[in-house]
């Protein structure tokens, strides 16, 4: 196959990034770049010499030599771009969430299916050789019997009007709990507050209870005085952490825990072991994400985070909100 030639649609705070990797590819061509700011495309321009530049989506899905369209535009638009996108024939790259509901996500989904195209979506920690590292353990017995899982999201900034913390930043951690987890959560509670914007939660706390007896709790902010992004899962055998803000030891496994105690009934006593971190890849997890895509493009092989995970994460977050919406309305009534 020729290189894939891709267009990227969106150059706000993530879109330059997209580019800047399916530019840099072997066997990519970044043809295009799309954004309603003159001043972003003027940019574009500047930094990719030579690649066609369009206020809206109109002349990509147009151009009859285009293979594939990224989308990181503002997340209402997710899945009616992505659902124009596939109907032009194109492959979609779609930044997370999907869609703002598990309905609209699923519509992008059928869309794929009916024109035969390759649907991927931006759930990049699922890329992260940190994460993958989490998985392997976790999947490989060394942590042993999975017992709960807690993540913290959170930072000073940036303020969103169109999205809450949940949809911000959730949309990142659910993606990594439903893969350490391999199934959907059956219960779903959140709480949050709006502080700095009426009706926009700044913070919010979540519970899942996953049919396995997993128990797993987020902590997602932009209001607080601390930059943290980590996750740790607590196993019967041993425990593990992943901080991507580390600069190195990303993954840390500690060998803690109970064990019995061989000299008396039904008594137990702390093991506290060795600590060690295993070796990482040392490559940006978003090329890692962009190669994924054009991969499955060539391959024909549905992604890792295809649009059936998306569906998923976006189900989730969606019973996160009514829980939200719920526990708010309640508030309010006194």
């Known amino acids: 196959m020729a ?21 840099a590819l072997p066997g990519c061509e970044l043809r295009w770049c799309c ?9 574009a321009a500047l930094r990719f010499p030579g690649v066609k530049l369009a206020a809206d989506l109109r002349p990509l899905l147009g151009d009859p030599e285009l293979d594939a369209v990224v989308l990181a535009t503002p997340v209402p638009t997710h899945a009616s771009l992505a659902i124009e996108v596939l109907r032009a024939g194109k492959h979609c790259f779609v930044e997370k969430p999907l869609a703002q509901s598990a309905a609209d996500a699923e519509r992008a989904v059928q869309a794929a299916a009916q024109a035969g195209r390759v649907l991927m979506v931006g759930h990049l920690l699922e890329y992260h050789p940190g994460v993958q590292a989490l998985k392997d353990l976790a999947d490989g017995g060394e942590l042993g019997e999975i017992y709960y899982v807690y993540g913290n999201r959170l930072n000073l900034g940036k303020l969103r009007a169109d999205e809450n913390a949940l949809w911000s930043l959730g949309a990142h951690d659910v993606s990594v709990l439903l893969l350490l987890a391999g199934e959907e959560p059956v219960e779903a509670v959140a709480q949050g507050a709006s502080y700095v914007r009426a009706g926009v939660e700044d913070v919010v706390f979540c519970l899942l209870r996953f049919p396995s007896g997993l128990l797993a709790h987020l902590h997602l902010s932009w209001l607080d005085p601390h930059k943290e ?7 019967s055998r041993q425990m593990a952490t992943f901080d991507d803000m580390a600069l190195e030891g990303k993954v840390t496994v500690y060998d803690k825990g109970f064990d019995e105690d061989a000299r008396g009934y039904g008594e137990y006593i702390t093991r506290s072991g060795a600590i060690f971190s295993p070796r990482l890849p040392n490559v940006e997890p978003l090329r890692l994400e962009c190669e994924h895509f054009i991969d499955s493009i060539r391959n024909g092989r549905p992604p890792r985070s295809d649009g059936a995970s998306g569906v998923r994460v976006v189900r989730v977050l969606e019973a996160l909100q009514r829980s939200l919406d719920a526990r708010t309305h309640e508030v309010a009534r006194g």
Not at 35 to 43: K, N, P, V, W, Y
Not at 229 to 235: A, I, K
């Open 3 to 23: 290189s894939v030639r891709i267009g990227v649609a969106g150059l706000g705070y993530w879109g330059p990034n997209l580019a800047r990797n399916f530019a």
């Open 35 to 43: 954004d309603g700011s003159e001043e972003a495309l003027a940019q």
């Open 229 to 235: 992004r980590r996750f740790t899962v607590v196993g």
